[in-house]
């Protein structure tokens, strides 16, 4: 279950890759600086790529700029509601789908920034694929980033726990902690939850699981 015991059921996020790479500039990953949109609004390497071009004016009312994490402007929701509806809340913000989603992170230090206002444990930008039968298997942050590798292999008792630590499709979409650590969820549990508005679309690939 989402609300398990965080000593037991979470694993840093520094201790998951972010710290390697695995979703930082150096594979081209979600980080809000890390480069220019494709032609599907996914950002892309800034070695290849032009820098990008977001204008955060274009943010709606209410997003503000958050030190340590340049590039985007952010919402906190201290309201507590389940996954779908935080993610509709979002979503519901901008002018266009692709103005505003739940919080993507980048990076380490952008994990911490964002704990750091949640005020409580909050839900991100994330989600597996249905049907799969690896609990860390096809992972993916909103910008279509894989997720896989900043998931423990070898996870008991870490996370993605899949509440029992076997997958059978019951946490499929991901909470962080003030303290950092991240934790697979159901998504029917009333958490907080962080919006972030930097004009990427959710990508394709994305599949974000149905409400039970």
Not at 159 to 183: I, Y
């Amino acid at each position: 279950m989402a609300v398990r015991v965080l000593a037991v059921c979470v694993l840093a996020l520094s201790a998951c890759g972010f710290e390697h790479g695995a979703l930082g500039p150096a594979d081209g990953g979600g980080g809000d600086d890390d480069g220019g949109p494709t032609s599907d609004g996914r950002k892309t390497d800034a070695a290849t790529d032009a820098p990008r071009t977001f204008d955060k004016t274009r943010c709606p009312s209410g997003y503000l700029d958050v030190a340590g994490a340049a590039g985007s402007r952010y919402r906190v929701i201290t309201t507590v509601h389940n996954f779908w509806d935080q993610h509709d809340d979002c979503n519901n913000d901008g002018t266009a789908p692709e103005i505003t989603h739940l919080v993507t992170l980048g990076s380490q230090a952008e994990a911490n920034v964002m704990a750091g206002i949640a005020g409580g444990r909050f839900y991100i930008g994330a989600s597996q694929d249905p049907n799969q039968t690896v609990k860390s298997a096809n992972w993916h942050l909103f910008d279509g980033n894989d997720l896989a590798s900043a998931w423990a292999v070898n996870d008991t008792p870490s996370e993605p726990s899949d509440a029992d630590g076997t997958e059978n499709g019951q946490e499929q979409v991901a909470v962080v902690d003030t303290n950092t650590l991240m934790s697979d969820a159901g998504g029917l549990t009333s958490y907080r939850a962080i919006c972030e508005c930097d004009g990427i679309a959710i990508a394709p690939n994305v599949i974000i699981p149905p409400h039970p």
